[in-house]
């Protein structure tokens, strides 16, 4: 059952001949097994498993070069693959062939503590990244919640909890290095804050979901660990309130860091997986960064906002550990609303809409889920006008699909009549690939279909992504 | 003479038959005349002038399809024009052909106030616009220098003083309305903040120069003007005295708004031209935004921050009239350079460097530039690593231009074995075409022609730009 059912194309076996090239250049780290298969084959979240024919463990980008010239010249498509935390089935094998596994690249391969930035093979870890950056005073603050790799989270365009503040993975990307259809070893840009060099490669790479090239490096702008560091937590008792308590905050030109919505749904479904005590009332968490003048007038500034807006108790904290509960409650909503019902699965949705329209959309799309026959939480980045509802269904019980499709339907194109976006930092992936077209017209996505085609040719890289067949 | 001569292949004149196709389309907005045929041709700087056989200038989207489904059934090149004000020959009509002059679509079309955006047609200038944002305390904050269109912004990934804080034009632009080299029309994007949908056709066009697609509109972001604006304005004895003050406020994260760097050379060429009476120093122009406390803070940290590093007085101030004056100052340091000697021209160069690396880079320059025969003043967006070389040279001097050329290579190969970029902010053109190479290598570049060849197979927009011949 799935929403987007997986279109395997009829495939054979791949040859022997050539699963012994690929046990030539991987020895032990080819797998061929079930087991591995499944698990490079199954969604975090409703898409259908499809199983790659096989999988193979990289570590360096030379091996990414072989592997991608003996498919090429066997036609075998190729998946690359990082934590697997991508959520619209954009790892899912499709069409077969083999999942490029790149969780062995994980090596730190410099940091400049004086450009402000660090370069990464793809499957690192953004929490190991920050772990090994914060003696240096350093930190990478694109946090998508999930610990996804620094290549995953490029390929889909992440952004997150901080990108009110720092932006997405489109702005915190300096240089990609990627391997191409052909096999051809590229990088993206040199290490300039800026570039004015011809076609920015970077940008085309970074969201195309592996259907373009294969990202090996990554090259990373940091930051400073700032001075101050408070967050917030408010109970509203209007959803209304809380949306116009963050529009009014950006207008105002405040530098949020974080703020997050989580509405009285979500907010019951944290407290009892994470044990917490918080009101079940629409919540907003906040962040602020920066020196404590700054962060102190900050706090107070929204404090007030929030008051004006029926905001409940504004309690804020510069201690780490309040701020690492908050934050950890917040990491774990997804696994929080799935938890709320035995047996059942989480579909996140996502949408993006301009900020004037935030309220409307999420205030529709409320009155919508009352009628919903399962949990449907709804939280989301609101600074950036981006929120998720996930629904909480029975994967066996195809009523409870059908009904999910219709309400993601409905919300949808409610984000596309206020000219927003059908995805904020998911992807288009599996599931929302006939959006893409309503979203840009048959034009603007056959323009991405013409750049597919001629780099490649033969449809090798992810095939059956982003375009539907 | 040019460093780039121009290329112009041998050609035919256009066809009476096309001309009158054109007469029906553009009536008196027609040009076949020289002098405005010639006010198209040429360059703000250094490059030699080429004519377009016609200019026209449209004032909608049809109209501009309408062109290019013209052209396109005959071959004829089109080359989109803006206000002319880029610098590296990338409006020069080298292949002649029509210039398609846009100046005309010069409408507001849209500001949605409680979104923080608006959309343009593409001949808006930037201050234009900002006249109109100004009664909505609103504000769109990239500025080049010269009062360019968006639309050339936009295709040469511009940016300028504001980068610092608002970044470049890759930032502040939602999405664009194109048109194909096949006459079609796209919107590349919605107004979300951000969006993973599908490749970023949006970054794709930014600074693809008019070789993918005829810009007709641009949605950018807006920003409220800040509570308070402060300047300021110190001299240093030592070039590196002012650049550590710089990078050390960057690393320190303190979010200036604006900080220039004008060296003594151009120091002395801006007092003579704006009558003013600056010390003759290396000198940071500096602006704040904030509220009243932060720009408060931000001031202090800097003040303190410039005298550590032998800055003199820091002269800040609240006055808009002082920081007219400051701006105005900086936005005619090409003109004042230039002005040094009667009847030269201005060869501003453009290289951008890790930010660790901006003072060996800046030092180095300046100590190739003492044995130079013309003035070259030094000016940049030290913030962002950024810098330019005015190359202030007699046109009809044959041997000053051979200088420039040299002194050019070595700047640029500078910044290229700093792990810089030939261009910050300027784009390729005519004049960094094998510079391109030499920085992506010859696989990135052949992505791009890839791109090129797929989008625009019959070459017709803005051919000879980006790639050497």
Known sequence: MSAAPARAAPRTPLAPAFVETLRGLFGDRLHLGEAVRAQHGASETHFAAAMPDAVVFARATEEVIALVKAC????????????GTSVEGNTTPVRGGVTLDLSEMNQILSVNREDFD??????????????????????????????????GMASTRASGTNAVRYGTMRDAILSLRIVTPHGRDIRTARRARKSAAGYDLTR???????????????????????????????SFETLAGAVDTVVQTIQLGIPLARVEILDDVQMKAV??????DYPEL???????????????????????????????????????????????????????????????IGWPTDVCVPLGRLAECINETKQDLEKASFPAPILGHVGDGNFHVIFVIDP??????????????????????????????????????????RELGEDGVDMMRTIKRALDPKNLFNPGKIFAD
């Open 271 to 276: 407290n009892q997986y994470s044990k917490l």
């Open 118 to 151: 660090c370069t990464v093979q793809a499957g690192v870890r953004r929490e190991e990244l920050n772990l090994a950056l914060r003696d240096q005073g350093l930190f990478f603050p694109i946090d998508p919640g999930a610990n996804a790799t620094l290549g």
């Open 396 to 437: 066996n019980n195809p009523a409870e699909h059908k009904e999910a499709e219709a309400l993601n339907q409905r919300l949808v194109q409610r984000a596309l009549d206020m000219d927003g976006t059908c995805t904020g930092e998911h992807g288009i992936g599996l599931g929302k690939q006939h959006w893409l077209v």
């Open 282 to 344: 629409t919540t907003l968490f906040f962040e602020f960064h920066g020196s404590e003048h700054a962060v102190k007038e900050q706090v107070a500034m929204v404090g007030a906002l929030a008051r004006d807006n029926g905001g409940g108790e504004f309690r804020w904290s510069n201690l780490p550990e309040e701020r690492a509960k908050l934050w950890k409650a917040r990491h774990q909503a997804f696994y929080a609303a799935t938890a709320m019902r035995k047996g059942a």
């Open 204 to 234: 085309l790479m970074i969201g195309s979901e592996g259907t373009l090239g294969i990202i090996t490096e990554v090259t990373l702008r940091l930051w400073g660990i700032p001075e101050q560091i408070s967050s917030a937590v408010c």
């Open 72 to 83: 090429a010249a066997v036609e075998v498509p190729i998946v690359p693959f990082g934590a």
